[in-house]
Structures are given as structure tokens and as C-alpha cells.
Nanobody
């Protein structure tokens, strides 16, 4: 599966953005999709994920209550709705997919075999 992330941009503190991760292929519903982010000089960190089929979601504590992940399998797209953005949310955001991941591996980048190219989110103070 090929992933294309989009929707990044510049936003003020407290603003909102919606990122999209569009996938190729007809079996997208069989993939668990996660969002990660990487700020300059920092390691890539888990933001949130949505499991295949059932759609259960999980979030990092730092974004819980502010970010929401959803998926539209008919459109082969996963969304990351980001609200109440903070300067510390500034990073390149990546989507990743796996058809075999289990819950305990959801937050581990090396668990994913497919990655999008990343989209930059900048939150100004």
C-alpha cells in the first residue's frame, strides 16, 4: 500500500488543522494506521492510531482530548483532526500502516511497513 499525507501548514496557537492520509489499494480497511511526528532534533514519536476493521483508537497522552483520528474506508483515507494546537505540536507528521500489528506494538515505529512522506505542521506562538 502507498500512503500520501497532506494537510499540514502554519497555524496559530489554539488553532486547528486536519491531516489526511490517503492510501492506494482496495484492502485499506485491513490496515491499522497510525500517525507519528518528528520535531527537529527529536526522535519520531507516536501521536495516535486507529485499528483496522473495528476502528478502535489510541492516543499519546500529550494529544489526548485535542486530536481525533478517524477513517473513511470507502475513500481509503485516515484523518487526524488536530484542535487546540500548541507550539510543541510543531513537527513533521507521518502516517504509517500495517496489516499485522498488534495492540502492544501500535506505538513502535518499526512495527510499520508502510509510511507516507510526511507533512509539516507549524504552530506559531
Amino acid at each position: 500500500v502507498q500512503l500520501q499525507a497532506s494537510g499540514g501548514g502554519l497555524v496559530q496557537t489554539g488553532g486547528s488543522l486536519r491531516l489526511s492520509c490517503a492510501a492506494s489499494g482496495r484492502t485499506f480497511s485491513a490496515y491499522t494506521v497510525a500517525w507519528f511526528r518528528q520535531a527537529p532534533g527529536k526522535e519520531r514519536e507516536f501521536v495516535g492510531g486507529i485499528f483496522r476493521r473495528g476502528g478502535t483508537t489510541s492516543y499519546a497522552d500529550s494529544v489526548k482530548g485535542r486530536f481525533t483520528i478517524s477513517r473513511d474506508n470507502a475513500k481509503n483515507t485516515v484523518y487526524l483532526q488536530m484542535s487546540n494546537l500548541r507550539p510543541e505540536d510543531t513537527a513533521v507528521y507521518y502516517c504509517a500502516a500495517s496489516s499485522t500489528i498488534i495492540y502492544s506494538s501500535l506505538r513502535v515505529p518499526s512495527s510499520y511497513g508502510y509510511w507516507g512522506q510526511g507533512t509539516l505542521v507549524t504552530v506559531s506562538s
